[in-house]
C-alpha cells in the first residue's frame, strides 16, 4: 500500500514562495505518475501539475510560470516549488501517485491532472498566502 506525505506548507506574503516536498513510500516510486493538487472548501479538488516517469511535466495554466514540478527518485520525493504566490493560491495541497508510467500524449498528460486518474493519496498540507 502506497504511503504519501506532504510538507512544507505555510504561511506566506503574497509575492513569496514555498516548496512542498511529498514522500512516497514505496520503491515503485520512479515508475509512477506523479500530481500536486489543491482544493479550497465547497470547492471541487484542482489539478496543479503533474510529473512522469521521465520526467515530462504538465502544470495547470492558473499556475503556469510559477509553480515548477519535479521528482528526485533517489529520494522517493515529489517536490512542488511555488514562487510569486498569491492569495488565490491558498488551499490545502495534495500529492497523488498512479501507476502508470509516462505521458503518452500532450492530451494525455492534460488528463493527468484530473483528480480521478489518481489511485494514491496524501493527507494533504496547507498552504496561506496572505495580501
Known amino acids: 500500500q502506497v504511503q504519501l506525505v506532504e510538507s512544507g506548507g505555510g504561511s506566506v506574503q503574497a509575492g513569496g514562495s514555498l516548496r512542498l516536498s511529498c514522500a512516497h513510500s514505496?520503491?515503485?516510486?520512479?515508475?509512477?505518475?506523479m500530481g500536486w493538487f489543491r482544493q479550497v472548501p465547497g470547492k471541487e479538488r484542482e489539478g496543479v501539475a503533474a510529473i512522469d516517469r521521465d520526467n515530462r511535466t504538465v502544470v495547470a495554466d492558473s499556475v503556469k510560470g510559477r509553480f515548477t514540478i519535479s521528482r528526485d527518485n533517489a529520494k522517493n520525493t515529489l517536490y512542488l516549488q511555488m514562487n510569486n504566490l498569491k492569495p488565490e493560491d491558498t488551499a490545502m495541497y495534495y500529492c497523488a501517485a498512479e501507476m502508470g508510467t509516462a505521458f503518452y500524449s500532450d492530451y494525455d498528460a492534460r488528463r493527468k491532472l484530473a483528480a480521478d486518474m489518481y489511485t494514491y493519496w496524501g493527507r494533504g498540507t496547507q498552504v496561506t498566502v496572505s495580501s
Open positions: 514505496e520503491y515503485a516510486f520512479p515508475r509512477n505518475i
